[in-house]
Nanobody, 125 residues
């Protein structure tokens, strides 16, 4: 049963922008640290950005200053604004919620992990 639903991926030229969205049930969204991970072919899945219920954020060094994570609590939606995209940003992007993402923020948590199905982002000319 899919709980997190991503949208907004696609093909964009280098230097362009995309905005990813992740819709979640309120029961999941309201109590969990949320995040975005990405996985390129042949590589492991890595944290891109995360945000706590209180709005504290964390970014991978490779996206700092270019990506912005936010959460719309009224709409139970997580977003990732991606600017100045580079070819190396090409990957499948996954929305996440739960303990693993909280731990990435330095929060001790044993909450259940939820993952979206992923959305492809391709940066190419």
């Amino acid at each position: 049963q899919v709980q997190l639903v991503e949208s907004g991926g696609g093909l964009v030229q280098p230097g362009g922008s995309l905005r990813l969205s992740c819709a979640a049930p309120g029961s999941i969204f309201s109590i969990n640290t949320m995040g975005w991970y990405r996985q390129a072919p042949g590589k492991q899945r890595d944290l891109v950005a995360a945000i706590t219920t209180g709005g504290r954020t964390k970014y991978a060094d490779s996206v700092k200053g270019r990506f912005t994570i936010s959460r719309d609590n009224a709409k139970n939606t997580l977003r990732l604004q991606m600017n100045s995209l580079k070819p190396e940003d090409t990957a499948v992007y996954y929305c996440s919620a739960g303990g693993t993402t909280a731990q990435a923020m330095g929060i001790r948590s044993s909450r259940y992990d939820y993952w979206g199905q992923g959305t492809q982002v391709t940066v190419s000319s």
